[in-house]
């Protein structure tokens, strides 16, 4: 490994928010910290014991040009969409769905005991594939590789590369890496990727130190945003911790933002909600299943 870890640049500690119907959630980051995250949109943290904080779920909504994945690491979220796909997301499962032109798509968390903890995160598309044709992937949690290192890090790969493994989500437009890395006492973790990736670490279980050795120690719920470098570098006290690390390729274009639609210009939105209110949003009704 090369000696340039990537710095810290910025901490969030993320909000408390109602999304959906009356979700309370957690949102590490949104639309405030456009273009910091680039090719990120937003990060949401739904995580709570109280059935009340979600049971009211996301009923049926529009998205159109982003990606929303949806990672459970307990409980479980009913789904179904406007292709035809439905189904249960569960404990360990990811649903990586490209809204490409248009879905219309409805996630209801079920009671679940003793909590309901996950993550949603939307990818921006790109303008050349915005009204691209949807896609989905459900995939169940066994799917996802791990690799253990001698550090005892135990890294889960859901996109990208780690080592000699690769995550079983390809071909985003991104050229994302999502992993779930969690690390014993006192382990370390370095991963090399791309200089111009965006990168960016939400801790999950804390306090994890990212960056240089001499980085500042970041709490569970914290997001922490990397500086330029060769490498991600993170380490965990005597509590070890855990942690979500996602980079991506900027996209480095123009952000117009309403709700669960993101395009690149103020036209476009309307354009989507007049198609919304004429009925002519989702062009694509026929499944479409990728694994
Ligand atoms: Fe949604």
Known sequence: MTDHPRPVVQRFSGHETLEGAGVRLRRAFGNGEVPLF????LLDNFGSKEPADYLAGFPWHPHRGIETVTYMLDG???HGDSLGNSGTIGAGDVQ???SGSGIIHQEM????????????LWVNLPARAKMGVPAYRGLRGGEFPVETTDDGARVRVVSGRFGSVEGPVRGISVDPTYLDVT?????????????????????IDGPVRFGPSEGPESPAGETTLFGPGDHAAASAGPAGGRFLLVAGRPLH???AWYGPIVMNHQSELSEAVRELRA???VKERRPVVEE
């Open 38 to 41: 680039d090719p990120f949109l």
């Open 76 to 78: 479980q979220v009913d």
């Open 96 to 98: 990586w769905m490209t």
């Open 109 to 120: 968390p079920r009671r679940s005991e003793p909590l309901l903890r996950g993550f949603q």
């Open 183 to 203: 690390l014993p006492p006192g382990g370390k973790f370095q991963l090399p990727l791309p200089p111009e990736h965006t990168a960016f670490a939400h801790t």
């Open 253 to 255: 274009e123009p952000v």
């Open 279 to 281: 009925g002519t949003f």
